[in-house]
């Protein structure tokens, strides 16, 4: 019996594994061949390919740079492919204006991919791969706090391709590994409580810096939660007493690593260890006009009317992207706007609200965690001078909110297992968010800030629309970035229809799980009547 | 060391005997502790020179400064626009050069001010029963606000309201747990001196009347009802009735004040005309407009707070119905300026909503106060998730000190309630200074370039300074060596007066300003020049 169970467990967790894989494979964006420097300004890798964004490109150039020029400092074309995300050194070097954690873990793929001849494609699957182990860790921590197994693949289903998660699992940026950081961070705490698990979170608190700068804030909680595992006070009933675990102490030496990194790759890319690369001079452009993007409908890049090179001219800091006066228009952006807000990119995660709730009464001490987590990913963002996140799909800066409310979304779907109303109403939004996530996936995730899309219709003398939409235009009228739809499918049928193949698979596997649970609570329910 | 663990122990004693102490000395400490601070934020903004960016603080000082020197001194000098309670305290030290130029006899009693106010917000939070962390997060808030450490560096009037609204309510929630009438009494005798300070206390005064009335009608009979409620007016209303009186003694119209020439509603009713008033009848565009001024006061994420605060308050059932009833008081700032709004007789422009400029953005700080104060309940109230809502919150005011958001100070310095008057009070000072004569001005006008100038005030003849003024503006070649008017501008009285007038065609248009031009008398006439102050009080008052 007991072997049939396991059986049945683990055919489960492959078919669903194997699911969620072939989801992110038919979603990867690339190109065919190996990328080279001949590529860099051509729009199918620009504007109609997987390098449509500047976010996109900083990141790879620094890949590319370090593999085939040995230099973490860009030469003249590298330079031109990463602007406007570009930095220049006080002794003008050009260099990455993003930390380097993201371009040193798509190496492994880079390599790998070139070997198949498809080296950008090798590069994004390492996000998807992190993509897929940030799932699993919302499906384990779910469970750990109380989820039954189908409610917490519905949380880990729903962080995915329910959100904007998707369109950057397919992508190329940092918020799948900071997601992972985090999230590894939890389980950790959750699971263990020992001189290894207090070295592992130490270890990825500091390696999250080395990712993106800002990660050190999203940590925090975690982190301080950690050290309370070293010095506590406790209430004893003649008095408090204080502990510290000496020993404790050294697990901080776990940090040594990808902080020793971190000032090695600052010191020789930015001249010296502690000069973070957002905190130098950007470039905005340079004026070599044989490199400008040919035929790119997207991007438009200011040029120096006299000098060579157009520089950012304020003084900054670390600090100094965040100013509290951002904050009421950073909440309207992130949750309200029609071109980014989670109301209408992707309201499923409003679920995960009530189980926050709901594990708040039962684990206390790690859902406050969650809770400062996300507080302190919506505070920060909000405060951020540019809450749109350039031209994006949905808010992606709260990424990491969207997969701490997916585990609050495994929880209330397990509360409610026997509600029809509350499963159908949860359905409904499911859909919807799978849909609109979809389209951010395979189309463009290029969407224009409100504040721009004036600026941009005087330009092109056309309708220039700035929520999800513009993402079905493009999958209409231009087609797919993903990389298995160009090589293989496209010769049978077209993108709009190989988007409502996609998604219809995503919504045909979530509608089966959401039945399947409602049939399994329903029989728990009646069950426990009978007794 | 046991177990690879070292441990400490501090006895129970002990800690029995710190919070004692704690409870005994935290009032002591409290003033100490924000005593310092105020002072600390003083000399930061003295020494920026931030202390008097705002036009109207200039003015305030000058006011204060006119009862006690110049041509035509006394209490008649308080004017009728702004309320007299704060130019009247600062007549004890304004006489002091040193406390006039340096704006201290207008911050002194905003510091009080908002000493007090740290403290009523503590003892406000205490009243609803909630624990020291509570209480002192309360007070954190608000201390920790820079538009308020700003606004209480400088001669403006808002902290004085705080302080006065905050004790008002403080002393009817008072009542309202012990019925006692002394604390109606106290109440009662605070939003008078609020009243005393800014119109928003009257609208306070009315609430609170309504709510006490509302109150005793229920929960006992009309009869009982109608006395206190009348009591209470009567001691609360006394400031409004002064004021009145005061209208109708010195300008012969009780709603001088109201209705006159230089009042709010004339200036929103030329705003009105010129279409620049677009709260007025409309309710959500108010709302918003108010909205935003909170938010950027009191910090969009403490706003929040406060909001789930205030919702969670008045919810709260272990808490008796009077206690909530009576915080009602506290959101009397947010109903009157969305009132004021709507009816027009106010005006705000945020940035982004109302164009490129900011304008009176600061009568958002009015309820930060109320916002510490649901807040500190909040924090208190929810223990298990305390420690989450203290980091977020330490979290955005670590922020909001690393990106200097005060949006007071640029209301101040950018936005339209500051005058850029250097070079004109410039040229005054290297000019006039060491000169006989007099300078003829309009203070409605440019009571800043006055300020600025660092000159005496007798070397002034306006519009207060009584017979000179009369005969300045029929004869200003006989009296003023200098006249500062803003040429072709109706709006200004004094321009208004002697732009026809044959001996204005005896100076000479010594330059343009940015807000003012500077006329000289010509040397030929000067021969004839008073340069005297010749009037006695009594032949200046006829």
Not at chain 2, 318 to 339: C, D, E, S
Request: a positive charge; proline letters at 3%.
């Amino acid at each position: 019996m007991n072997f049939i169970k396991i059986r049945k467990k683990t055919v489960y967790a492959i078919l669903i594994t194997i699911f969620f894989v072939f989801v992110l494979a038919v979603g990867l964006r690339g190109n065919p061949g190996n990328f080279g420097k001949d590529d860099f300004f051509t729009l199918n890798w620009q504007g109609n390919g997987p390098f449509e964004s500047s976010n996109d490109r900083g990141r790879f150039a620094l890949t590319f740079s370090f593999v085939e020029d040995k230099s973490l400092n860009f030469s003249i074309p590298v330079a031109n492919f990463a602007a406007p995300d570009l930095a220049i050194t006080e002794d003008g070097r050009y260099a990455s204006l993003f930390a380097p954690g993201v371009s040193f873990l798509i190496i492994p793929g880079y390599i790998v991919g070139k070997y198949f001849n498809v080296s950008q494609l090798g590069a994004f699957a390492v996000v998807a791969l992190f993509a897929l182990l940030n799932a699993l860790l919302i499906y384990l921590i779910a469970k750990k706090v109380g989820a039954q197994t189908i409610p917490a693949t519905l949380g880990a289903l729903s962080f995915l391709f329910a959100t904007p998660a998707f369109t950057y699992a397919v992508s190329l940026s940092q918020h799948h590994f900071s997601v992972f950081t985090l999230l590894f961070c939890i389980y950790l705490v959750l699971n263990w409580n020992n001189w290894w698990s207090l070295s592992a979170i130490w270890f990825m608190c500091a390696a999250s810096i080395v990712i993106d700068n800002p990660n050190f804030f999203f940590l925090l909680p975690i982190g301080l939660f950690a050290l309370g595992r070293i010095f506590y006070i406790k209430k004893e009933e003649n008095g408090l007493k204080f502990i510290i675990k000496p020993f404790y102490i050294f697990t901080f030496l776990a940090m040594l690593p990808p902080l020793i990194f971190f000032g090695w790759f600052n010191k020789s890319s930015n001249g010296s260890p502690f000069q973070l690369a957002g905190t130098l001079e950007r470039v905005l452009s340079l004026s070599d006009e044989s490199n400008s993007v040919k035929g790119s409908s997207l991007v438009n890049i200011p040029l120096d009317k006299d000098g060579k090179i157009e520089k950012e001219s304020e003084e900054k800091t670390s600090i100094g992207f965040f100013e509290t006066r951002n904050m009421f228009n950073g909440f309207y952006v992130h949750f309200v706007s029609r071109d980014r807000g989670i109301l209408w990119f992707t309201p499923v995660v409003l679920f995960g609200v009530l189980g926050l709730i709901i594990i708040f009464k039962k684990y206390q001490s790690i859902s406050t965690v969650l809770i400062a987590s996300v507080g302190m990913n919506v505070l920060l963002y909000s405060m951020w001078g540019d809450p749109w996140g350039g031209w994006a799909f949905g808010s992606r800066y709260l990424i990491p909110s969207y997969a701490l409310l997916s585990i609050g979304i495994a929880i209330a779907l397990t509360k409610w297992r026997g509600s029809f109303i509350f499963l159908l109403l949860f359905f409904m939004v499911f859909v919807y968010s799978v849909r609109i996530n979809t389209l951010g996936a395979l189309g463009t995730s290029a969407i224009p800030p409100k504040a721009e899309v004036l600026a941009l219709e005087e330009l092109s003398g056309t309708i220039q629309k700035y929520d999800f939409e513009r993402s079905r235009d493009y999958i209409k009228e231009i087609g797919s970035k993903s990389f298995v739809y160009k090589v293989l499918v496209s010769k049978y049928i077209n993108a709009y229809q190989y988007y409502n193949l996609v998604s219809g698979l995503i919504l045909f596997v979530g509608g089966f799980l959401i039945v399947r649970h409602w049939f399994y609570g329903r029989s728990e329910i009646s069950k426990k009547q009978r007794l | 060391m046991k177990n690879n663990i070292i441990q400490f122990l501090i006895f129970e004693k002990y800690i029995k005997k710190s919070r004692q102490f704690l409870k005994r000395w935290d009032i002591t400490i409290l003033i100490i502790v924000l005593s310092l601070i105020s002072i600390a934020s003083f000399v930061f903004y003295l020494n920026n020179g931030l202390g008097l960016a705002y036009n109207d603080a200039r003015s305030h000082l000058d006011i204060g400064r006119r009862v006690v020197e110049g041509l035509n001194t006394g209490f008649a000098q308080l004017g009728s626009v702004w309320l007299p309670l704060t130019h009247l305290l600062m007549t004890l030290t304004v006489w002091n050069d040193f406390m006039w130029h340096s704006g201290l006899a207008g911050a002194i009693q905003s510091m009080i001010a908002f000493v007090v106010t740290g403290i009523l917000i503590y003892l406000f939070i205490k009243e609803l029963g909630i624990g020291m962390i509570g209480r002192l997060l309360g007070v954190f808030l608000f201390v920790a606000n820079i538009n308020i450490l700003y606004l209480q560096a400088t001669a403006m009037t808002e902290l004085m309201l705080l302080a006065t609204m905050t004790a008002g309510a403080y002393l009817l929630l008072r009542w309202f747990k012990t019925e006692k009438l002394l604390y109606l009494l106290y109440s009662a005798f605070f939003i008078m001196l609020g009243t005393l300070v800014r119109y928003d206390a009257w609208f306070l005064l009315f609430l609170v009347s309504l709510m006490i009335g509302i109150y005793l009608f229920k929960k006992y009979n009309y009869k009982r009802a109608e006395g206190m409620f009348v009591l209470f007016c009567t001691l609360g209303g006394f400031g409004v009735f002064l004021w009145l009186i005061w209208n109708a003694a010195i300008f012969k119209d009780p709603l001088y004040f109201a209705f006159g020439p230089y009042s709010a509603h004339t200036q929103q009713d030329q705003l009105n005309s010129a279409g620049a008033l677009p709260t007025k009848g409309n309710w959500l565009l108010s709302f918003k407009m108010y909205i935003y001024a909170l938010a950027y006061n009191t910090g969009a994420f403490t706003m929040f707070l406060g909001l789930i605060g205030a919702v969670v308050l008045w919810m709260d059932k272990k808490i008796p119905k009077n206690i909530r009833f009576a915080t009602v008081a506290l959101i009397a700032p947010l109903l009157f300026n969305v009132l004021a709004l709507y009816l027009g007789h106010s005006v705000l422009f945020i940035q982004g909503i109302s164009g490129d400029t900011w304008f009176n953005v600061r009568y958002g700080v009015m309820m930060v106060p109320s916002i510490a104060i649901f807040v500190g309940y909040l924090v208190g109230k929810f223990k298990p998730l305390r420690a989450t809502l203290i980091g977020l919150l330490l979290f955005v005011t670590f922020f909001s000190f690393t990106s200097g958001d005060a949006v007071t100070i640029d209301d101040a310095r950018v936005g339209s309630s500051q005058k850029n008057v250097k070079e004109v009070s410039e040229w005054l000072k290297e000019n006039t200074a060491d000169k006989k004569g007099f300078i003829l001005i309009s203070v409605a006008s440019h009571d800043s370039i006055i300020f600025s100038s660092g000159l005496p005030m007798k070397k002034f003849i306006h519009e207060g300074a009584g017979k000179y003024y009369k005969v300045a503006i029929e004869n200003p070649d006989l009296w003023a060596r200098w006249i500062v008017v803003r040429s072709y501008s109706d709006d200004d009285s004094t321009w208004r007066e002697i732009k026809d007038k044959p001996g204005f065609k005896m100076y000479n248009l010594i330059d343009h300003y940015p807000f003012a031009d500077i006329y000289e008398l010509k040397p030929e006439y000067l021969e004839n020049l008073n340069t005297e102050a010749v009037f006695d009080k009594n032949q200046n008052k006829q």
